[in-house]
């Protein structure tokens, strides 16, 4: 339950670590808005998508009102329903990510070197990034933030004319 202040939004950057059995505790703050069970997908740019189950249809049901015959809709769909699992986390939190999952996000344990990775918290839905991988992505989007959001700007304002 959230308590009276605390967020009500997937919000905020956590690290945590795979350990063995390609098992990861998901953040406290984002588990308690996520709940136990949850969709985990591919996500874009080489990340993992954690949405709750109660969001999963309004994050499709775009590209499932629009046309079959549409090749854009039907790579969409693949690329996030096909590789998608329904995840359940154990009592402390933690879920195993599926081995599709790990390759893709290149979140491979091993009992050699640990694998960090980071949990993004955007508001309806989770990233994790392998972190090495997220360092990366974050170096260029501190360094682009302001071109993208007059590039947003601008399309709105294209749009709205």
């Not at 505790?25 to 874009?44: E, I």
């Not at 009592?91 to 091993?110: D, F, H, N």
């Amino acid at each position: 339950m959230v308590k009276i202040g605390e967020s009500t939004k997937l919000i905020g950057e956590y690290s945590g670590k795979l350990v063995a059995g390609h098992r990861v505790a998901l953040p406290v703050a984002l588990r308690k808005l996520l709940g136990n069970s949850f969709v985990m997908t591919k996500g874009y740019e080489g990340c993992l998508l954690i949405v709750p189950s109660s969001s999963w249809e309004s994050l499709i049901q775009p590209m499932e009102s629009r046309s079959f015959l549409d090749r854009n809709v039907r790579d969409s769909l693949r690329f996030l329903v096909g590789s998608a699992f329904e995840i359940t986390a154990d009592a402390q939190g933690r879920v195993v990510i599926p081995e599709t999952l790990r390759a893709y996000a290149q979140t491979l344990y091993s009992e050699r070197s640990s694998c960090e990775v980071v949990f993004v918290g955007l508001v309806n839905w989770i990233e994790v990034w392998e972190k090495s991988r997220w360092l990366e992505r974050n170096t260029f989007l501190e360094e682009n933030a302001d071109a993208i959001a007059q590039e947003l700007i601008s399309v709105k304002e294209s749009q709205s004319v």
